[in-house]
């Protein structure tokens, strides 16, 4: 892989114009990144995950090259019909449009004027693959006191290509008392393609982001989303996952609460009916006092699927008064389905509120009795436990209209 | 027997107790009424050493000056609080919790501690008294108690202590008529010329089997009106509206 | 000595015992373990069996992956054996015992004297590499049941030891397992046959002595069909401002129907305040349920040693097995635990519940790891974890990582954690009723912990409990 990947880096460094200073920076996250290579269970953090291997066996070998200077042609039918949105479309990790025209002009400033920065505060082999090969990246300034209007829709599209790394990353920053809400969907029309997704979220005081993460499009791909969030005092963050459509999709979210009475909360959904493996791994990161987190992951696995919770919570001793709660929950509908979870609190401060709780199994079977005795058939009573399983994730969504998208998308529409 | 003398308490800069002044003698009832959030659970709290609270003025109890005792220190000099609410303590088992608490307070006094025979007959004895059934007391600390249970076994904790100074804090809240006299009874039998009470309560109805001595009206940290067990009967045909 | 005994009043099992010793060379090599083999008069397979760990030993590394970091130890500067001078040979008659080793256990408040013995309770005492008397043995023998060191084990009933020794923790397991099937000096072997339940509890009570000195020893208990047994260990050792390694390995095998209770009170010596020496306890304990309806439950209180590292786990291969785990882990000071267990659920219908309750003060670490693995073909099987954890002071830390696999459809997995600390309201109402702020935490921290706690043979268990409360002296206020 070495010669292969540093060939199609040369290529990308001659049909781009990075600085030179970027230039360099990026050899050395190229270099970085051949040390390590793609992540495997030896890493705790892969410990369920084998990408490597994943890589390997669903994928072969990967061709690093893009060709940013050419532009591909959109395709506007896959955009979200009866939502009004602003859009940022993505196709084979190329930006080919970027629309805010339901916004004020000068409330959302978007440039794509920035060096790479060599020490990033996270960091792990995938990221440091990014940063080497990614064109380009924007940053999106959400302007102080701005609300934006109409939610952003991030399309990632993926076209006529095979076996490729696909790498790209946006970075946003919430100023002071503004508030932006994001549906990040993928949509492939490709096969076997790593894509490796990189966010940076900087909310300052007082700011609210939500950012509603959607693969639901059956694909044969494999992915990985890393969203780093760091957060000012009373900033909220929600972030929801809906993991069903790709091959295989690991989304890993960092929070690091830095400002007083800052919150995260993330929610989760593994709705897996194919042999496909999914991960969500959460850190939550409390670093002063008075903050709070809430994770809740739900999972329905059939199959031969397999899903994976991965959540930390950690609070420093500095953070005293930390309200942290984690609870994660599966339904195993096959013998051949399998769900592993490393629920995992890391504390030191007295006065706080931790827990976590795991739980997996069968449908409950005293529920489907009940049922069936009032008159539904099996697969009836099946299904509407389900819903209702998977219901109460799906109603932490507090943006009602996304909420209704998201209720369509997986059928619990009522 | 207790001095307050321009007590002020304040909680997160709060101020809840202003200028404050009681005077309790050997042997006396007294009993504050007021509405929800005067104060009366915080004095009882602050009376009783607990922390958080922000305090200025002097308590004497038997002439000591109370801010100098821990809570611990207060309670073998005989400060009893039956707590408003009860708490529970999960995995801790009532009737050791009982027993050390008594060894405690007698060791502290240089009394004879009892054995765990001598203990089982005066737990017996008490709960008898007070018709609570023994089978509770091998239960956790207050675990699954109902509320009426909860403020039983403060008094059954008040009748084996013996107390010289018992602080009831809503006692009379959620009990139904039976219990209510049989916590009246318990506290007319502890009743003594050196023992007194402090009775914190809303309603007249307990008043009519504790007989006080003296009633207090306390509005917004400070007590308004003082008088005899009518003032008490008055209170429950106006309300506090008058006083504000 | 003098200095030490001094410092009695805060462990109070500090003291050291003045006998002459036997001892191997220092270092690890072949020369050590064939000189441990000959001086317990090993048979030739025994010896083959330790040479073959020790040339697995060379290919392995030392684990880094546990949370409590140390210094490395220098395996070549280790005594490898150690015992008291005439009870290499293990006298017949406790008669003939050193009377100073006498002398200790019963300050220990383990009298191994015929007319002195606890009721009840059979005790096998290891004095450093060596098991120095066998209580009761006689009246065990009467129903059978086998209670003897393993080194007599190894002489006298070879067949059952070479059968199970190591069929549990296989000498290719990990390093520090590995280093003790290499080394192991002595230990507990008892095997209850069919049928029988064992008229006593039984138990073994480890001391470290001499300084520079691994301990390394072994157990194994066979429990036989339809039979059952209750086994407790206690340990302590004199305080010294050197670390002492303690590498043991405990295999337990039931048979159909058979049941196993194993209870560990832990109290080596922790290290002083400043973290200045103390016990490594790197422990492998593993209990295999192998026949149908088995059962083993591991009981903990752990509050001494520097570092604790040890996960007593259970293999549920039998169908219908239950494996149990109750842990107390208390660290104060600088002290250091990773402890946890580990639940393979392999048979149907298999069952098994976690209750860890861990409480850190000081500058401790502590740290709960955990393994629920539910196989594909371990139908109608389920684990409850509960696992709370209490902190007191903002220097200490508490770590939960539970590890869960569940490959199977018909079974279910529960976990729970929380982590807390003593609340003010908790304490006020304790000490309104007269106790002080440190009765009133030992108090609720029993009550924190009394699920464990009454899992314990009645005799240990308010030995126990009052550990409970001198572990954590002096971490309020
Ligand atoms: N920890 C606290 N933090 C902030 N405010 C507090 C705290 N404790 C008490 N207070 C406030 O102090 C006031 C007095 O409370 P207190 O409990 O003494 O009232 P009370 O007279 O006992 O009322 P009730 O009849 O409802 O029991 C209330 O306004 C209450 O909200
Ligand atoms: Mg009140």
């Known amino acids: 892989m070495e010669e292969k990947i540093k060939n199609d880096f040369e290529k990308i460094i001659e049909n781009s114009k990075f600085s030179n200073k970027d230039i360099e920076l990026k050899r050395d996250f190229l270099n970085k990144f051949i040390v390590s290579g793609f992540p495997n269970k030896k890493l705790e953090n892969w410990k369920f995950s084998d990408l490597n291997q994943i890589i390997k066996k669903n994928i072969g070998d990967l061709s690093f090259y893009t060709n940013y200077s050419i532009p591909n042609k959109l395709n506007p039918s896959i955009y979200i019909d009866g939502l009004e949105h602003n859009k940022i479309v993505f196709i084979n990790g190329r930006i080919e449009k970027i629309d805010f025209k339901y916004e004020e002009k000068d409330k959302i400033q978007i440039s794509d004027q920035f060096e790479l920065k060599k020490d990033t505060k996270v960091t792990n082999s995938l990221i440091n693959l990014n940063n ?22 991030i399309y990632h599209t993926t076209n006529n290509i095979n076996s490729k790394n696909i790498n790209l990353r946006l970075d946003f920053v919430l100023e002071k008392n503004s508030s932006l809400k994001i549906v990040d969907i993928f949509n492939d029309q490709s096969e076997k393609n790593f894509i490796n997704v990189f966010y940076n979220f900087e909310l300052n005081q007082d700011s609210i982001l939500k950012n509603y993460k959607i693969d639901q499009i059956e694909n044969n791909n494999i992915k990985y989303s890393f969203n780093n969030i760091v957060q000012q005092e009373n900033s909220v963050s929600e972030t929801f996952i809906l993991s069903s459509g790709s091959n295989f999709i690991k989304n890993e979210i960092n929070c690091d609460l830095i400002g007083k009475y800052s919150s995260a909360f993330i929610n989760g959904i593994f709705s897996l009916k194919q042999k496909k493996h999914h991960e969500i791994k959460t850190n939550i990161n409390h670093l002063i006092d008075n903050t709070k987190s809430y994770q809740l992951i739900k999972s329905v696995l059939e199959n031969e699927s397999k899903a994976v919770y991965q959540g930390k919570i950690f609070v420093d001793s500095k953070a005293q008064k930390t309200d942290g709660y984690q609870l994660s929950k599966a339904i195993l509908l096959n013998e051949t389905t399998e769900f592993n979870a490393k629920p995992e609190l890391e504390i030191y401060a007295d006065d706080v509120k931790c827990s976590h709780g795991s739980a997996s199994g069968s449908l409950n079977d005293d529920a489907i009795f009940y049922l069936m005795s009032r008159g539904l058939n099996y697969t009836e009573a ?33 | ?11 997160k800069n709060k101020s809840i107790l202003k200028d404050f002044k009681l005077e309790i003698n050997p042997g006396e009832v007294h009993a504050i009424m007021g509405p929800n959030g005067s104060g009366k659970s915080t004095l009882s709290n602050i009376l009783s050493g607990k922390k958080g609270y922000d305090v200025s003025g002097e308590i004497l109890f038997e002439n000591k000056n109370l801010f100098k005792l821990e809570t611990e220190e207060r309670a073998h000099e005989g400060i009893f609080l039956a707590f408003q609410y009860p708490l529970e303590i999960p995995g801790v088992n009532t009737n050791i919790f009982l027993k050390t608490s008594l060894n405690a307070i007698k060791k502290a006094r240089g009394e004879k501690e009892l054995d765990a025979l001598e203990f089982l007959n005066l737990v017996k004895k008490k709960a008898k008294e007070l018709k609570f059934e023994e089978e509770k007391l091998n239960r956790q600390l207050n675990v699954g108690f109902s509320g009426g249970e909860k403020k039983k076994n403060e008094i059954l904790q008040m009748s084996i202590l013996q107390p010289k100074l018992s602080i009831l804090d809503e006692t009379d809240s959620g009990l139904d008529i039976d219990a209510l006299r049989i916590v009246a009874d318990g506290v007319n039998s502890l009743r003594k010329k050196d023992n007194s009470f402090l009775i914190i309560t809303h309603y007249q109805r307990l008043l009519d089997y504790i007989k006080p001595d003296y009633v207090h009206v306390l509005i917004n940290g400070k007590i308004m009106k003082s008088g005899g067990p009518e003032l008490a009967i008055e209170l429950e045909k106006k309300g506090y509206e008058s006083y504000n | 000595m003098k200095k030490e005994i001094e410092n009695l009043k805060e462990y109070k099992y500090g003291f050291t015992t003045d006998v002459e010793n036997i001892r191997a060379p220092k270092g690890l090599n072949e020369d050590t373990i064939k000189f441990i083999s000959e001086i317990k008069k090993e048979p030739k397979w025994m010896l083959e069996w330790r040479l073959k760990a020790f040339e697995r030993l060379k290919k392995l590394k030392e684990p880094n992956w546990q949370k409590p970091k140390y210094p490395k130890i220098d395996y070549q500067d280790l005594y490898y054996y150690s015992a008291p001078k005439n009870a290499s040979s293990k006298p017949k008659d406790i008669k003939d015992l050193d009377p100073k080793i006498l002398e200790t256990y019963k300050k220990l408040g383990i009298p191994l004297e015929e007319q002195k013995r606890l009721n009840g309770i059979a005790v096998d005492a290891v ?57 192991f000096t002595d230990g507990s072997f008892v095997y209850i046959p069919e049928g029988v339940r064992c008229p006593m509890e039984l138990s073994t009570y480890f001391r470290i002595n001499a300084s520079q000195t691994g301990q390394f020893e072994r157990t194994l208990i066979i429990a036989d069909k339809g039979s059952y047994v209750s086994y407790l260990e206690g340990c302590t050792a004199p305080m010294r401002d050197e670390n002492q390694l303690h590498a043991a390995n405990v295999e337990l095998i039931a048979l159909d129907d058979a049941e196993i209770k194993y209870s560990t009170v832990q109290n080596w010596y922790p290290g002083d305040e400043d973290g200045k020496g103390g016990i490594y306890n790197f422990v492998t304990k593993r209990g295999l349920c192998k026949g149908t309806n088995s059962k083993i439950s591991w009981t903990q209180v752990e509050t001494g040693s520097a570092i604790t590292w040890k996960y007593p786990s259970c293999i549920l291969k039998g169908d219908n097995s239950i494996g149990e785990f109750y842990s107390i882990a208390i660290t104060n000071n600088h002290q250091k635990a990773d402890t946890g267990t580990k639940m393979i659920h392999l048979g149907k219908n298999t069952k098994s519940k976690i209750i860890s309750k861990g409480i850190s003060a000081g500058l401790s670490d502590m740290t709960y790891r955990g393994l629920v693995d539910i196989s594909s073909k371990a139908n109608n099987s389920s684990n409850y974890t509960q696992c709370d954890s209490l902190l007191m002071g903002n220097k200490c830390g508490a770590h939960t990582v539970p590890y869960i696999k569940n490959k199977n459809s018909k079974s279910n997995v529960a976990h729970e954690a929380t982590t807390s600390k003593i609340s003010e309201d908790q304490l006020h109402y304790c000490q309104q009723r007269g106790l002080n702020s440190e009765e009133a935490v030992g108090l609720i921290v029993n009550g924190f912990c009394k699920e464990v706690l009454q899992q314990l043979p009645m005799e240990f268990a308010v030995e126990a409990q009052k550990l409970v409360g001198i572990s954590l002296e002096g971490s309020v206020g």
């Open chain 2, 1 to 11: 027997m207790l001095k307050i003398n321009n007590l002020n308490a304040k909680i």
């Open chain 1, 132 to 153: 080497a090969f990614a064109n380009k990246y924007f940053k999106i300034v959400i302007k102080k006191n701005y609300s934006i209007r109409k939610p952003l829709v």
């Open chain 3, 127 to 183: 004095f450093d590499s060596v098991s120095v008397a066998t209580t009761f043995k006689e009246k065990l023998n009467d129903v059978g049941v086998i209670f003897c060191s393993i080194s007599e084990a190894i002489q006298k009933h070879p067949n059952l030891v070479k059968k199970y020794l190591g069929s549990v923790i296989p000498i290719t397991d990990h390093y520090f397992a590995t280093l003790n099937s290499a080394v």
């Open chain 1, 382 to 414: 099946k299904k509407l436990l389900i819903n209702g399983f998977l219901l109460e994730v799906v109603e932490k969504i507090t943006d009602s209209q996304i909420k209704n998208l998201i209720k369509n998308m997986i059928g619990l529409k009522e």
